[in-house]
């Protein structure tokens, strides 16, 4: 069966420190990755895609990157953190393959506190 | 207007209430449709999934869709404090990223 892992669960970081969010996938080959941010009482933010290795589709322009250096693993960096990224970081997964609604298995998520 | 829209609530229910949750949207191209429960500080899980119109039953859930009215719902029978969360809906048009709601809170009290 599919794993989904993300860690940190939980970080805290000063403004302008750098990040670095860690997700791997268990399980499937060539799985579609996403990053999504949530912030309190708020909705999901598609923050990035990738459909493939080193195959990165950005959905909002700020001070986040996405990379994809394995076939299941994506990372979200920053170079330096604003108080406006703290929220709840998700990683999500989806098989095309398997299925073109595009059904998306989400990790446990990490918890960013931007202090 | 948005592609999705959602109610926020809160909603409040007592135990073994019928819930009616309900999601609009825009894009008559979507054709595939999810709920997606989300528990405080977890991940969102698929809890449904409906294709085109028409009523799927899982349990005390059942998922239902009017394309006609571009219009989905997710009722709960027999509500439990345990369903307590957050409710997303979800759709696609097909080999294209979900696009979600903004997620309806539930509680159900005992």
């Known amino acids: 069966s599919q794993t989904i892992h993300q860690w940190p669960a939980t970080l805290v970081q000063p403004v302008g420190s750098p990040l670095s969010l860690e997700c791997t996938v268990e399980?499937?080959?060539?799985?579609?990755l996403y990053w999504y941010r949530q912030a309190a009482g708020r909705g999901l933010q598609l923050l990035f895609y990738?459909?493939?290795?080193?195959?990165i589709s950005s959905e909002v322009p700020q001070n986040l990157s996405a990379s994809r250096p394995q076939d299941r693993q994506f990372i979200l960096s920053s170079k330096k953190l604003l108080l406006s990224d703290s929220g709840f970081y998700l990683c999500a997964w989806s098989s095309r393959r398997d299925s073109p609604a595009d059904t998306q298995y989400f990790g446990p998520g990490t918890r960013l506190t931007v202090l | 207007q948005k592609e999705v829209e959602q109610d926020p609530g809160p909603l409040s229910v007592p135990e073994g209430a019928i819930v009616s949750l309900n999601c609009t949207y825009s894009?008559?191209?979507?054709?595939?449709f999810m709920w997606y429960r989300q528990y405080s500080r977890k991940g969102p899980e698929l809890l449904m999934y409906?294709?085109?119109?028409g009523n799927k039953e899982d349990g005390r859930f059942t998922a239902q869709v009017d394309k006609s009215s571009k219009y989905i719902s997710l009722f709960i029978r027999d509500s439990q404090p345990s369903d307590s969360a957050t409710y997303l809906c979800a759709m696609s048009r097909g080999n294209t990223p979900l696009v979600f709601g903004k997620g309806t809170r539930l509680s159900v009290i005992a």
């Open positions: 399980g499937t080959s060539n799985p579609n």
């Open positions: 894009n008559s191209a979507f054709q595939y």
């Open positions: 990738s459909v493939g290795i080193g195959q």
């Open positions: 409906t294709y085109s119109s």
